[in-house]
């Protein structure tokens, strides 16, 4: 099964969803939804814009934390007991968040005028 999750750099939600599949040992592609185009295509593939997401094969995984991904995992024969520090149900702190507020700006903006450019 293609597994894929839509998380940012720095975020407690993101940090816990990694922290499942790592720990379960499911191989994964992670798209960081900093970068304009992973962004785009999260939102076309959900129809939102929130994050985490996470889609396994045809199921998508929508603004999880990593205790809605283990339960999922649990829910479809995976057994797996996951221990660990990091916080699976976290949000970031404020200033993770405007941080990547202005990541994003700024990556969306230069994304725009290299359109223009080209």
Known sequence: MTV?????????????VR????????????????????YIEMIEKTGQHLQPC?????????DVSGDEVLDYLLSIGHESIVKTDVPLDSPCT???????????F????????EKEIL
């Open 4 to 16: 894929v999750a839509y998380l940012k750099a720095q975020c407690g939600w993101s940090r816990g």
């Open 19 to 38: 922290e499942v599949l790592t720990k379960c040992g499911i191989e994964y592609e992670e798209k960081q939804i900093n970068i304009p185009e992973n």
């Open 106 to 113: 700024y990556n969306i903006e230069f994304a725009r005028l």
């Open 54 to 62: 996470v889609q396994f094969g045809d199921t998508m995984l929508v």
């Open 94 to 104: 404020d200033e993770e968040h405007e941080q990547q507020r202005l990541e994003q």
